[in-house]
């Protein structure tokens, strides 16, 4: 991938996708979410800022992994939190 932008996407040549669609963090708690993000670094998919409990962001700032793609089908996007880098593939 290639933004010229942000140096953690463009080391990304393989986009990392759920195997199975749930926020690993609401079955935890028996929460609702809204839509999935994939963190690229380790591979775990959690749920975007529009659910409840925002675990993607909050792993983000917690963990220090910069990029999430988005886990919803027929979206393909890549987002880069310190560099607020978007790119589509
Ligand atoms: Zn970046
Ligand atoms: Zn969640
Ligand atoms: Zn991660």
Redesign the pocket.
């Known amino acids: 991938m290639t933004t010229g932008t942000?140096?953690?996407?463009d080391t990304i040549s393989e986009v990392k996708l759920p195997e199975v669609f749930e926020c690993a963090e609401c079955v935890k708690i028996g929460a609702r979410w809204v839509h999935l993000r994939s963190c690229q670094i380790c591979g775990v998919t959690l749920c975007c800022d529009s659910s409840p409990n925002k675990h993607a962001t909050k792993h983000a700032h917690f963990t220090g992994h910069?990029?999430i793609a988005s886990a919803q089908p027929g979206e393909r996007w890549l987002y880069?939190y310190?560099?607020d880098?978007f790119v589509q593939y």
């Open positions: 942000c140096p953690h996407i910069p990029v880069c310190p560099d880098a």
